[in-house]
C-alpha cells in the first residue's frame, strides 16, 4: 500500500502549549488539583457588551455568508484603530479578516513563502511560528537570544543569519512566551536592517495592548514608517479582549499582499464567522475600560509571580513587561534526580516532573527554542498563582544529585 500521509503532516509536531493545556484539563476533569500555569488565554470572560453584540446579531439573523475578507465594517474599525493606536494610515482593502491571527500568520506565510526561501525567526519564539513557516516550504532559521539581555537579540547576531535566500523575519513584541519588550532602539536597528536586506517584516502585535509600561502599542513601523511596503501587521481580539473563542484575527499591509490572503483564505475557511465577526466589532468600537482593568489585573499579577519566583533559588527570569507570560531559567535543577531516579536533564523532564509531583502544568521552553526555561502563563487568579509557586518550589527541594 502507498504512504497515506504527506511528508509535510508526518513532519509536524503538535502545539506544545495546547498538549500541556489539554492534559491539565484531562487531568482536572478526573478531579486532580492541577494548577494550571500553562494556558494561553486571559482567565476573564469576555466583556458583556461584546456577548450582547453577539447575541443581538444572532436574533436579528446576521448568521450568512459575508465578503471572505470581512464584513466592511469591521474592515474599517480595525483601520481606525491602527491609527489611533499607531497613528498609521490605511484603507480598508488592507484589511483581511480571519479565523484568530493564527489563520492570518498561516494564510501570510503560504502566500509570501515558498521552497528555498529562509525566514529568520526571533528565539524564544511562539511554538507555531517554525511549523507554519515549514508548511509553506520555507526554512525557519532562528536567532538566538538571551535572559541577560531581557532576550532582545543582537542584530549582528540577526545580520549573520540573513543569506541571499532570506525572504522575511516574523516579530513578536510584547512576546510570548517571554513576555518582554522590544525595545525602540531595538526595533530602530532591526528596520534599518530589513530596509537593507529587502526583508518582508510579519509583526505579530497580538499582545500590544498588554504592556505594563503604560506606553502606547509600537512596533517596527511606529519607528520606520518608511517600511510600509515591507510590513504586515497582525493581530485580534483573542488577548486583549478575552476572546480567545471567538476565533477573529486580521491581517493589515500592502494591499497587493492582502489580496493574495484573501484568496487564500477564500479557498480554506471563507470568511471568519459573522456573528464573532459583530463581536469583534464592538469589542474595537464598544467600551475600552475592560482592557485596562485586564491589563491592570496582569501587570499585578506579573509583579506577583516575578517576586514570588525570585525566591526560589537558582530560578532566574527577566521581570515580564507585558503578555501573561514569563519565561523562567530552570537549568540551575538539571543533572539532579527526582524521588524515584530519575534524571532532570532538560525542560521536558522537569516540566513533567512538576506536573506529576506539584501538580502544576507549565510549559517546556524546548517547544519555545530554549530549552532552559519554562513557559509560566499568570493568566490565572493571584491564589492560583501564589498556590503554583509554593508546590513548584516544594517540589524542587525533593531534587537531589
Known sequence: MKEKLATRVKQLKPSATLAVNAKAKALKAKGIDIINLSAGEPDFDTPEHIKAAAIKAIEEGFTRYTPVAGIPELREAVVARLEKDYGLKYEPEQVVVSCGAKQALFNLAQALFEEGDEVLILAPYWVSYPPIVELSGAKPVI?????????????????????????????????????????????????????????????????????????????????????????????????????????????IGPEEIIAAVSRIQGQSTSNATSVAQKAALEALLGPQDCVAEMCKAFKRRANLLYEEVKKIPGLELPKPMGTFYAFIDFSAYYGRKTPDGTEIKDSLSICEYLLEEAKVATVPGVAFGDDRCLRISFASADEEILKGVARISEALTKLSY
Open 143 to 251: 536567532v538566538p537570544s538571551t535572559k541577560e539581555k531581557n532576550f532582545e537579540p543582537d542584530i549582528s547576531d540577526i545580520a549573520a543569519a540573513c543569506t541571499p535566500k532570506t525572504k522575511g523575519i516574523i516579530v513578536n513584541s510584547p512576546s510570548n512566551p517571554t513576555g518582554q519588550i522590544y525595545s525602540t532602539g531595538f526595533l530602530k536597528d532591526l528596520a534599518g536592517l530589513c530596509k537593507e536586506k529587502g526583508l518582508i517584516v510579519i509583526s505579530d502585535d497580538i499582545y500590544d495592548k498588554l504592556r505594563f509600561d503604560g506606553k502606547a502599542p509600537e512596533n517596527i513601523l511606529t519607528v520606520a514608517p518608511d517600511l510600509k511596503d515591507q510590513v504586515i501587521m497582525v493581530n485580534g481580539v483573542s488577548k486583549t479582549y478575552a476572546m480567545t473563542g471567538w476565533r477573529i484575527g486580521w491581517a
